[in-house]
DNA sequence: AGGGCTATGTAACAACCGGTAACGGCGCTG
DNA sequence: CAGCGCCGTTACCGGTTGTTACATAGCCCT
């Protein structure tokens, strides 16, 4: 990649003196800007690939500073702020912000922020590196993939334990399709190391069902979403909705 | 550029002991194993990157072994033997050894040979670079390797023991990927090898983790970083982005 | 409809696994 | 030597998961 160009955007121009010093020696290309006027010029003008954004501007409010220019262009940002409390965290993660660093900062902090967020922005345009997290949605539930998480249709959070999550997504990626016992065994590697039979593996995977449906059936005794295809195995026959992100 | 896995298959203890510490003095993550069920245990467990043989096995040939891994699996094997007549190399090679050693070994010659067939095999030369310092984020935290320090997301600075750090440190090396107990205690240089299984090494790195989650997770209970994979082991589950210094 | 067979649901149990508090040994420092 | 921090061991607890046994439901045949 060629050298990054960072806008360090802070009202006190000690601050922004040493801020672009060190970023320059560490091989940026730092543009100092005291005020939003500057900060649009350089947007305007040219090719930016960071934005280094003080909370507090003397007349200006920092995060509504964020939230504008993230509405209008797609560039990264961290947010600096004295303020290190939780909740400006927060503020600033909220209005868009791609990272919160305190001040003072460790230059070390700093340097490992900025590399983080570059490299996250340039995974982000090459398809190559792209990690999906999916969503899954089925009768008002809410199943997110990468964090195992599974909320209600009141949005509560269920705990589902390992096995069942696995048998969660195994059904939800084949909705509609009956699963064998066999095939949900393949599938959540249960065999052990004796090539056992799906009878040998025996009922585990009809416990594991009815713990499931305990779970996520609002009557478990006549299951909507995961139901028994009597000879066959089970099928999970909810319409699913997926979503990247 | 992950910590290069080395299975020491000596029948010998005092030899596994001996190769395996300086194997790992040495940066490498050496797995001392005494069988052949020994070996396939790892084998089946995960990935090694080479296998250092001796040609004599109390009961078991080294070169049947050999042949008979050579062709169930491709993973380099260097074979060790005291004796260092030619017919003997010969017969290493046509079993299939991708080197061959002759005991005792100088041991930069041994390490000469690692290197080479490892990078051979194009897998990580981390024996060489492993003295770089380097600088690890993930999830807002810092870890500059070379000081041995650690910064939290607030930039505060926490302290972590010798153990502690080298925990985080293997962890911080293979992100995303399930490391045994036993392979960590191999990272940590912790049992030595008494043929003690992973059991006998007991709780220690059960504990040990416990310590960090305590120092480095958010909420302990719940944790997001270190991560147990149940049956296997622990995965440090965070994008780490790295800068060579 | 009813008998008999098989498939499925599930409560109870036991084995196993991982978290962790507490303890004690060890080495270091003052 | 006392105090302190580090670290492996142990024991206990709580959660998970496969097994078993028994109850029930569904299906086929007469």
């Not at 065994?185 to 190391?193: P, R």
């Amino acid at each position: 990649m060629t050298i990054p160009r960072i806008l360090v955007v802070d009202d006190d121009q000690d601050v922004r003196q040493m801020v672009t010093q060190f970023l320059r020696q560490n091989g940026a290309m730092a543009l100092p800007a005291g005020t939003e006027a500057d900060v649009r010029k350089h947007l305007d003008g040219g090719r930016v690939d960071l934005i280094l954004l003080d909370v507090m501007l003397g007349d200006e409010n920092g995060l509504e500073i964020c939230a504008r220019l993230r509405s209008e262009q797609d560039v990264p940002i961290i947010m600096v702020s004295a303020l290190s409390a939780d909740h400006q965290r927060m503020e600033g993660y909220e209005v868009g912000a791609d990272d919160y660093i305190a001040k003072p900062f460790n230059p070390d902090l700093l340097l490992a922020r900025v590399k983080a967020v570059l490299s996250r922005a340039r995974r982000s345009s090459s398809l190559v590196h792209r990690r999906n997290t999916k969503t899954f949605e089925f009768h008002g539930w809410v199943y997110n993939a990468k964090r195992g998480e599974v909320l209600s249709p009141a949005g509560i959070q269920v705990t589902l334990s390992r096995r069942e999550l696995a048998l969660l997504q195994t059904l939800v990626a084949n909705p509609h399709i009956p699963l064998t016992r066999e095939e949900i065994a393949a599938a959540l590697d249960v065999t052990g190391d004796t090539g056992q039979t799906a009878d040998a593996t025996g009922r585990a995977i009809d416990v594991l069902v009815g713990r499931l449906r305990s779970k996520i059936e609002k009557n478990p005794k006549d299951p909507q979403i995961l139901r028994t295809e009597r000879g066959v195995g089970y099928v999970f026959s909810a319409d699913v909705t997926v979503q990247d992100q």
